[in-house]
């Protein structure tokens, strides 16, 4: 049973648009998100954390925004450039626990 | 610094052999974890250690699957025999410090074919 939940399996926005890619969570007990980005080939690499004391957290063009009441986390990128393309994975922990992973959104970055 | 290595990249073989995975960590990082992902699902947890010590291994299938962590270092999954529904990416990932309070670093995975 899925506990992390990514429903758009793909995404395409035009370059230097905003891109939005949801999460939903079913586990309250989660207190720390997290989004990974994956090109081809390659492993997950770490993009932006958020704990559950914040509701948003901010890294240069990409912000990570969570809903707790809504048990529903979402990361924007803006402006989106063309090496953003790439499948993006959510992951989220209680304490003491395991990552669990969302089966990722690819995004377009369309020139 | 090396980052999260894993041999072999990618690996075919018949339903009934057996594969060996290896993840070598980051130097100094504590924990390892293996994770799966098979095609369009998402990226499922196997098991977790703490330097050569089994922390949570919940997410290990069956026991077709050994994983072992000699020394504190290196790790290997076994995999005896292989069925069709074992194929997928193997990713080992490592990291420092308390294990889930931090940043994950993977290594680029192991696809596992199974024919």
């Known amino acids: 049973d899925q506990q992390v939940k990514q429903n758009s399996p793909s995404l395409s926005v035009q370059e230097g648009r905003i891109s939005i890619l949801n999460c939903d969570y079913t586990?309250?007990?989660?207190?720390?998100f997290l989004w990974y980005k994956k090109y081809p080939a390659e492993g997950p690499t770490f993009l932006i954390s958020i704990s559950s004391i914040k509701d948003k957290n901010e890294d240069g063009r990409f912000t990570v925004f969570l809903n707790k009441s809504a048990k529903h986390l979402s990361l924007h990128i803006v402006p989106s450039q063309p090496g953003d393309s790439a499948v993006y994975f959510c992951a989220a922990s209680a304490p003491g626990n395991q990552f669990y992973f969302g089966t990722g959104t690819s995004l377009t970055v369309i020139p | 610094e090396a980052g999260v290595t894993q041999f072999p990249s990618h690996s075919v073989i018949e339903k009934g052999q057996t594969v060996t995975l290896r993840c070598d960590p980051i130097?100094?990082?504590?924990?390892l974890y293996w994770y799966r992902r098979v095609m369009g699902k998402e990226i499922k947890f196997l098991l977790h250690f703490v330097k050569e010590s089994k922390q949570d291994e919940s997410g290990m299938p069956n026991n077709r699957f050994l994983a072992e962590r000699t020394g504190g270092t290196y790790s290997t999954l076994k995999v005896q025999p292989a069925e069709l529904e074992d194929s997928g990416v193997y990713f080992c990932?490592?990291?420092?410090?308390?294990?889930?309070?931090?940043?994950?670093?993977f290594g680029e995975g192991s696809r596992l074919t199974v024919l």
């Open positions: 130097s100094g990082h504590d924990n």
């Open positions: 586990n309250s007990m989660f207190d720390y």
């Open positions: 990932a490592s990291s420092q410090g308390l294990p889930y309070t931090g940043e994950l670093f």
